[in-house]
């Protein structure tokens, strides 16, 4: 046999060859197949640290806070994700969400509460962000319909009929109506932009962007006079507690007034129908967002006063209740109608 300078013959390379390119043809399908065991892995993974940040799979508690007797009575216990009740303008119920439906939670003087499903046409998914008109006559919520990659604002009639688009840019989530029912504010992203602060008429139109500043806002809510809304906003060492006038920050935001400035994250401020409270959510110092479940304070202040120039009132803030919660506890305006208690959802993780 001829050998080659290696000293191998031709023979033995040529079965090296067949026997290299065998291994390749075996190795090649498992490291395919290990690197879609690692994506499936990684986003196994993801799903499971965004089920342990902020979990679906809870007990839901709805309960109201009274001002009065400074008590708090659960009206409303499933082991099911339930978010953000509002109260009907009549006081007679609430309206809570769960697996992107609406639902009237009856608030019965005897006996348990009782769920009504609303009768939205099918094909709506809808989040936590919706509310009734003051007159309360219309119904807006935000929702993801039909091929919609993000979420719209709709006002249907207040029984879920007949709901119409009102936001065409996506996404786009309702937080309040103005005290007359001409407008509603919400938090849309535009253009690649952090979420801003939006008002629109609640009979269609153009939109008009309230904030521009490069900062995150969220959680916009009219105060009862019309002369503020109220929002949190991450501009200053975290989240906190900020408001504008209704026609906007003006350039540069320059309008906008801070309320609070502590170490905590505050979201959701949402004022009294009467006027004279502000109550939000409180987050641990150095939570990075809303969309988590943590350990939480529940706190209130008084309405600050209308004139302009206002100065961060954190020594009047006081710590109504502790719990268990973060997103969907209070996304939206919950006081009742009388301004004598306001609705919110504390959670407890199950196994």
């Not at 479940?293 to 020594?315: C, H, Y």
Request: hydrophobic share 35%.
């Amino acid at each position: 046999m001829k050998k080659l300078e290696t000293g191998y013959s031709v023979q033995w390379m040529a079965i090296i060859s067949m026997a290299a390119v065998a291994l390749v043809c075996v190795a090649a399908p498992l490291l395919a197949a290990g690197k879609v065991a690692k994506a499936g892995q990684a986003a196994s993974s993801s799903a499971a640290s965004e089920e342990a940040q902020n979990p679906t799979n809870v007990r839901s508690r709805i309960t109201i806070y009274d001002l009065a007797t400074k008590t708090i009575s659960v009206v409303f216990t499933d082991d099911k994700l339930w978010e953000a009740p509002n109260w009907s303008r009549d006081g007679k119920y609430l309206l809570v969400n769960s697996g992107g439906e609406l639902y009237r939670l009856v608030l019965h003087r005897k006996g348990p509460a009782t769920l009504e499903k609303i009768a939205l046409p099918t094909g709506y998914v809808c989040n936590n962000d919706k509310g009734y008109s003051p007159d309360g006559k219309r119904l807006a919520f935000s929702a993801i319909y039909g091929d919609a990659k993000g979420s719209h604002v709709y006002i249907a009639s207040a029984d879920g009929a007949n709901p119409q688009m009102i936001t065409p840019a996506q996404p786009s989530y309702f937080h309040g109506w103005s005290p007359d029912g001409e407008w509603f504010a919400y938090v849309a992203e535009r253009n690649g932009a952090p979420f801003h602060l939006y008002r629109m008429s609640s009979s269609g139109g153009e939109e008009e962007a309230l904030t521009t500043q490069p900062v995150f806002d969220d959680g916009p809510d009219y105060s009862p006079d019309g002369k503020w809304i109220y929002f949190n906003s991450k501009r200053i060492n975290g989240w906190d507690i900020w408001r504008i006038p209704p026609t906007g920050a003006g350039p540069n935001d320059e309008k906008a007034e801070r309320v609070t400035s502590d170490v905590m994250e505050d979201w959701f401020p949402h004022p009294s129908p009467d006027g004279k409270w502000l109550v939000f959510l409180s987050f641990p110092p150095g939570t990075p967002g809303h969309n988590a479940k943590t350990q939480v304070e529940l706190r209130m202040m008084p309405m600050p006063s209308s004139a302009p120039g206002l100065k961060p009132q954190d020594a009047k803030i006081v710590v109504l209740e502790k719990f268990f919660g973060g997103q969907g506890t209070i996304n939206v305006n919950s006081w009742s109608p009388d301004s004598k208690k306001f609705a919110y959802v504390t959670y407890e993780r199950l196994k």
